[in-house]
């Protein structure tokens, strides 16, 4: 049972817009939230995240958003660039020791 | 330090062939784990130790599937006997909470199997 969603699978921005990457969860129990990045033939890095006691966390181009009451968050990249292009996982996790839960990614095409 | 190492990269195999596949965590992690990507099911966990003992194995998919970390510095994952369903890239990931941020599990470049 998925508990972690992203329910679009790819998405293409132009290079200097916005992108925005979208993750549902079901787990009220959810307290903290990661972004990893994923080039092919490679590990998931990780990006960013957020804890439930935050609704926004920014790490220069990259800002996740966190509704809390809509069990949503969301990833903007600004402006996005080509080696952006990546797949984005969204994550979660109930508590410090537990494992991730991951969503099945949003693959991202940034375009010149 | 040279990051989570998985071994080998690569492993093609014939269905009723044991495959192990091999971790070595970051040094100083106390945390790790054992995730699957598929196409269809995406990056789904399997097993996770913490200081050397396994914690959840709820996600290992039946008795062919098992996992030992043996020290701190090791861990191995073996199929027995393989399928082709099994067939997917298999990632190891190490974590210690608390000195890099919350959860922060820094993974391995994945062993990619292929069962014929």
């Known amino acids: 049972d998925q508990q972690v969603k992203q329910n679009s699978p790819s998405l293409s921005v132009q290079e200097g817009r916005i992108s925005i990457l979208n993750c549902d969860y079901t787990?009220?129990?959810?307290?903290?939230f990661l972004w990893y990045k994923k080039y092919p033939a490679e590990g998931p890095t990780f990006l960013i995240s957020?804890?439930?006691?935050?609704d926004k966390n920014e790490d220069g181009r990259f800002t996740v958003f966190l509704n809390k009451s809509a069990k949503h968050l969301s990833l903007h990249i600004v402006p996005s660039q080509p080696g952006d292009s990546a797949v984005y996982f969204c994550?979660?996790?109930?508590?410090?020791?537990?494992?991730?839960?991951f969503g099945k990614g949003t693959s991202l095409l940034v375009t010149p | 330090d040279a990051g989570v190492i998985q071994s080998p990269r690569h492993e093609v195999t014939e269905m009723g062939q044991e495959v192990t596949l091999r971790c070595k965590p970051i040094?100083?992690?106390?945390?790790l784990f054992w995730y699957r990507q598929t196409m269809m099911r995406g990056l789904e966990l399997l097993i996770y130790?913490?200081?050397?003992?396994?914690?959840?194995d709820s996600g290992m998919p039946e008795d062919r599937f098992s996992a030992k970390m043996p020290n701190a510095s090791f861990s191995t994952l073996k199929i027995q006997p393989s399928e082709p369903r099994d067939s997917a890239v298999y990632f190891c990931?190490?974590?210690?909470?608390?000195?890099?941020?919350?959860?922060?599990?820094?993974f391995g470049p994945g062993t990619r199997l292929t069962v014929l």
């Open positions: 990931a190490s974590s210690s909470p608390g000195l890099a941020g919350y959860n922060e599990q820094f």
């Open positions: 787990n009220s129990m959810f307290d903290y």
């Open positions: 957020i804890s439930s006691i935050k």
């Open positions: 994550a979660a996790a109930p508590n410090s020791g537990y494992a991730l839960n």
């Open positions: 040094s100083g992690h106390n945390s």
């Open positions: 130790f913490n200081n050397n003992v396994p914690i959840d």
